[in-house]
């Protein structure tokens, strides 16, 4: 059988095989320590793991269901670095495995869950026997992933349950009693366990060391203590992998002398690179072309070259280049522009509004949406309060506002005292339909702070009128982007008011890890007040979800 790490090496090095420099320096390491006195290889056991991965695994999703992988090269050559060397006991003979860390950093749809399943289920099966597995992440869905696949390759190993046992906590093997559990963030009591092996998912997300530390701890009166660690960059910043990263960086560059830690990370050295070269793509898509496509890849940068937020998680995702959580949402001038109209020109349209509500230090709006079927043009109107308090008690000045000039403007209503009289959006929507005529049809709004609102929207237009838009990404990524691209357009006439102005320029975008978004203030800071950015896009989300029916309304 061949070196699998040698000629991974020599064809890395020799440019055959494109990868980024970071990789190649681990490499150049492994190639230098197998010649040093410090270390023994020999890859027999990491031989007979990948024979028997590609013997006795069967995968369990399509197109490759119930086939036995055929692990890439650079598969074997991972495995192979970690399974092949050992320490020197005190009489130079071989003691325990160097490693007792491992990264592997990898875009999305490389196969990294996939090969961690297979290790999973190799240790189950063919381990010494007594052995404490864990699958751990951030995320319980996520711990379950490797968790799940290793008892699913187990059930498709044999097919009368004999030598493996599942239940809903532990894989088990009979014979040797080696069991894989999971744990997450979530998991009560994770201090007390006595694992050998471990495989944590996804640490992009992890903000804190907490589940990191409960299982390495637990691994702190084993000889041969092993932690695969298995990720894509993340949004986070500051968090676990950041850290992980910081360490082994610093290992890479030659600033420390840590020896234990075996870091494969398929990353560009460039973002230019990822434009203007297709070939550089196999640096953080190792599996590109055999169960990654390139089509794929394709088709997000072309997406991503019009959509800040795809651009922000593909850059993430499919390439390994680490982005801040937050960035900002819109420039000036794809929001200032000219655009006026008179209220006049609305009398006797159909309306859909959206509602973001407060009590006492936020503002409340209403944003109310108009569009009519022969028009491109849509017409918002949009309404403010805020508490009494707030001129005299408030930061929000120094962030630019200009409460006491909106006032006057008839853009803002102050309300007396500390709170908000949250039924006076509701008597404003119907002062609309009284002087111009104009009908509300549906409003959309969060359950937050809404049971005054809601009572008095019930008495003036009934409960029909009403529609709970929670305010999540799930439910407000795409109304988002849709209000982005109009604006852009300019194809949203809101009258040019001051306050929409100053909300939207405090306004950043959050992109979660499956790419969507979510509107928050500017570096977090709570005097950058967003609420009428926020209305507009609850009013967005409420036109996307009655398109239909809305414009019917005009037939």
Not at 90 to 114: D, P
Not at 352 to 377: F, H, Q
Not at 393 to 421: F, H, T
Request: charged share 30%; aromatic share 12%.
């Amino acid at each position: 059988m061949s070196d699998y790490l040698a000629e991974y090496t020599e064809k890395v090095l020799s440019g055959e095989i494109i990868t980024g420099i970071e990789l190649k320096r681990m490499l150049r390491r492994l190639k230098k320590d197998r010649e040093s006195d410090k270390y023994i290889f020999d890859d027999s056991m990491a031989k007979m793991r990948i024979a028997f991965m590609e013997t006795f695994c069967r995968q369990g999703k399509k197109p490759f269901y119930n086939i036995p992988p055929k692990l890439l090269l650079w598969q074997k050559a991972f495995f192979t670095a970690l399974y092949s060397f050992y320490r020197k006991d005190e009489n130079g003979n071989k003691s325990v495995l160097r490693f007792q860390k491992a990264m592997l950093l990898i875009a999305r749809k490389n196969g990294k869950s996939a090969i961690a399943s297979f290790d999973g289920f190799t240790e189950l099966a063919i381990g010494s026997g007594g052995e404490v597995i864990c699958c751990g992440s951030n995320d319980d869905k996520q711990a379950k992933l490797i968790w799940g696949e290793i008892g699913g390759i187990a059930q498709r190993f044999e097919k009368k349950p004999r030598r493996f046992h599942k239940n809903l906590s532990i894989v088990k093997n009979n014979f040797n009693e080696n069991e894989c559990f999971r744990m997450s963030s979530r998991t009560r009591d994770k201090d007390g366990r006595q694992i050998d092996k471990a495989y944590i998912d996804e640490v992009h997300n992890a903000k804190d060391n907490e589940l990191y530390m409960a299982i390495w701890q637990s691994m702190s009166t084993k000889d041969d203590p092993l932690m695969i660690i298995t990720t894509t960059e993340g949004f986070v910043n500051g968090g676990l992998l950041d850290n992980e990263l910081k360490e082994i960086r610093a290992m890479l560059n030659g600033e420390t002398e840590v020896d234990d830690y075996l870091a494969f990370l398929y990353t560009q050295d460039s973002e230019n690179e990822i434009w203007q070269d297709e070939n550089s793509w196999y640096k953080s898509n190792p599996s590109l072309d055999v169960i990654k496509k390139k089509s794929f890849l394709r088709s997000n940068l072309d997406k991503a070259k019009r959509d800040k937020a795809t651009r922000f998680h593909v850059l993430c995702k499919d390439f390994n280049i680490h982005q801040n959580n937050a960035l900002a949402w819109l420039s000036p001038e794809d929001y200032d522009y000219k655009a006026t109209y008179d209220l006049e020109q609305l009398r006797g349209a159909y309306a859909i509004s959206g509602v973001d509500l407060s009590a006492t230090t936020d503002m409340t709006c209403c944003s109310v949406y108009i569009r009519k079927p022969e028009e491109k043009t849509v017409y918002i109107i949009q309404k403010y309060w805020i508490p009494e308090r707030k001129l005299q008690d408030s930061d929000d000045k120094q962030s630019g506002a200009k409460y006491e000039e909106w006032a006057l403007e008839g853009l803002l209503e102050i309300c007396e005292g500390n709170e908000i009289a949250v039924d006076r959006v509701a008597d404003w929507l119907y002062s609309l339909y009284e002087n111009y005529g104009i009908q509300l049809y549906k409003c959309g709004y969060d359950v937050r702070l809404s049971k005054v609102f809601v009572n008095r929207m019930k008495e003036l237009f009934g409960s029909e009128a009403l529609e709970v838009i929670p305010q999540s990404p799930k439910y407000l990524s795409e109304p988002m982007k849709l209000l982005e691209a109009d604006l852009k357009s300019q194809v949203v006439n809101y009258n040019e008011n001051d306050i929409l102005k100053w909300c939207l320029s405090n306004t950043q975008v959050k992109v979660n890890d499956f790419g969507q978004i979510m509107a928050i203030k500017i570096k977090e800071q709570p005097s950058r007040r967003i609420d009428g950015a926020v209305s507009l896009i609850i009013a967005y989300a409420t036109y996307r979800m009655y398109r239909t029916e809305y414009l019917d309304l005009y037939s």
